[in-house]
C-alpha cells in the first residue's frame, strides 16, 4: 500500500479555533507517526465522500476519487461499546457541548448535566452525529482532549481523532454522507500483494 504523509495544515482552522487551540494542555501529545494523517492507496468499492471506520486497526479514511482516501488515526470504542454497521451523517456541530448520557454518568461520572464547549471538552473542535434513518445513533467522530490515545480502543463507544484532523475532515464530509463502521475482525487492513481485500 502506498502512503504519502499529508502535510498538516490549520488553513481550515477558524479563528476561534486557533484561540481555543492555542494553548491547549495536550498540545504536544505524541501521536505515532502512522496515525498522522495519510493520503493512501484505497481499493475498496466506497464511493468518494463516503467515511470507513477500520475499528481493528485504528484508522478512518475519508474516500476520494481516483482509487484514494485520506486515512486518519482514531481512537475507537471498546469491542462491547462500540458501533458498528452502516449510517449517514445526520448532524455536523463545531466545538460542540457535551451532554453525558446516563449510562457515562453511571460508569464514569459523575458531570455535569452539560459540559460547555471547548479544549477541556471530550469532544473536541467538532462532532459528526451518526444517524441511521432518522434516529441519531448517539455515536459520534468527534475530536479529542486526549489525542495521547489515538490508535488504541478506550473510548466509550465514539470515535476520536485529533482536533487537528476531525477539523480537517469536517471540513470536506457532507450531511446525509453514508458512514461504514467495520466490526471487530473485519479490517480494512487486511493487504495482498499490497492490495486490500474488501
Known amino acids: 500500500m502506498q502512503t504519502t504523509l499529508s502535510p498538516s495544515t490549520d488553513a481550515s482552522m477558524t479563528p476561534r479555533d486557533r ?51 485520506i486515512r486518519y488515526g482514531v481512537a475507537v470504542g471498546e469491542e462491547a461499546m462500540a458501533f458498528s454497521g452502516v449510517a449517514r451523517v445526520g448532524r455536523l456541530a463545531e466545538w460542540p457541548d457535551w451532554v453525558p448520557t446516563a449510562d457515562i454518568q453511571a460508569r464514569l461520572g459523575p458531570y455535569p448535566a452539560r459540559v460547555p464547549g471547548g479544549p477541556a471538552n471530550p469532544l473536541g473542535a467538532r462532532g459528526i452525529y451518526l444517524f441511521v434513518g432518522n434516529k441519531d445513533t448517539l455515536y459520534r467522530i468527534h475530536g479529542t482532549n486526549q489525542p495521547e490515545y489515538i490508535g488504541q480502543a478506550i473510548s466509550s463507544g465514539c470515535i476520536r481523532m485529533r482536533n487537528e484532523d476531525v477539523i480537517d475532515l469536517y471540513d470536506r464530509v457532507k450531511l446525509n454522507s453514508m458512514v461504514v463502521v467495520l466490526p471487530p475482525g473485519q479490517s480494512a487492513q487486511a493487504e495482498a500483494g499490497g492490495r486490500w481485500r474488501g
Open 19 to 69: 484561540q481555543l487551540l492555542a494553548h491547549a494542555p495536550y498540545a504536544k501529545a505524541n501521536v505515532p507517526e502512522q496515525y498522522l494523517r495519510h493520503i493512501v492507496d484505497y481499493h475498496r468499492k466506497e464511493q468518494p465522500g463516503t467515511i470507513l471506520v477500520d475499528t481493528d486497526a485504528r484508522y478512518l479514511y475519508y474516500v476520494l476519487p481516483e482509487g484514494k482516501a
